[in-house]
């Protein structure tokens, strides 16, 4: 079955360091996503993109943080000045979109900013 | 009023009982509706994925949305204890659009 793969696993960083956590799409998928979930809370969603451009984001999507596709298959979200609320686990997902099917999660990358 | 309420449980059931989950949502713009498990620091798995109201089957596991009520239900029959897990709600406006999460009810199933 196919899988959207995220790397890396557990990232340890510091307050006001950069970040940059990675994914791998399904192939077929045309909708890109990251959603984050602190500890003991809701999953809440942080950004689409569709055709090379954001399409929709939240509120917790501020300046600090970018995506970016930077080849066919590779989907990053970066995040500029980490600080100590960034820390959650941060989840890559895709959907083909227009025809009606889920959205498929990757495991995650638990990031701890220190 | 928040926008998706989930009750979070703790939910303990014996093995072989019918499970019933629920969230109840606020806005009548969603249209897609799904339910995901969630094992402790992995990322949601997607059950079942519904479009407007009605009911779906696949398996032990049967997902009914009544729009009118803003209400959905994810029932589970013959619970195993490899059913433990959090389950999710979630639900969107448009496919492709920002999925909306219940909180999760997490779910015990004994032997």
């Known amino acids: 079955e196919p899988e959207v793969t995220q790397t890396p696993s557990h990232q340890v960083t510091q307050m006001g360091q950069e970040v940059i956590l990675r994914c791998v799409p399904i192939s077929n998928h045309l909708y890109f996503y990251w959603y984050r979930q602190i500890l003991g809370q809701k999953v809440e969603f942080l950004v689409s993109f569709y055709n090379n451009e954001i399409s929709e984001k939240s509120e917790i999507f501020d300046d600090q943080f970018s995506v970016e596709r930077p080849d066919g298959s590779n989907f990053t979200l970066k995040i500029r000045s980490t600080k100590l609320e960034d820390s959650a686990m941060y989840f890559c997902a895709s959907s083909k979109g227009q025809g009606g099917y889920g959205y498929t999660f990757g495991s995650g990358t638990r990031l701890t900013v220190v | ?111």
Request: with cysteine; aromatic share 12%; hydrophobic share 30%.
């Open chain 2, 1 to 111: 009023q928040k926008e998706v309420e989930q009750d979070p449980g703790p939910l303990s059931v014996p093995e072989g009982a019918i499970v019933s989950l629920n969230c109840t949502y606020s806005n009548s713009a969603f249209q897609y509706f799904m339910w995901y498990r969630q094992y402790s620091r992995k990322g949601p798995e997607l059950l079942m994925y519904t479009y407007s109201s009605g009911n779906k089957e696949d398996g032990r596991f049967t997902a009914q949305v009544d729009k009118s009520s803003k209400y959905i239900s994810l029932f589970i029959r013959d619970s195993q204890p490899s059913d433990s897990a959090t389950y999710l709600c979630a639900m969107s406006v448009q496919a492709g659009t920002a999925l909306i999460f219940g909180k999760g009810t997490t779910l015990s199933v004994s032997s």
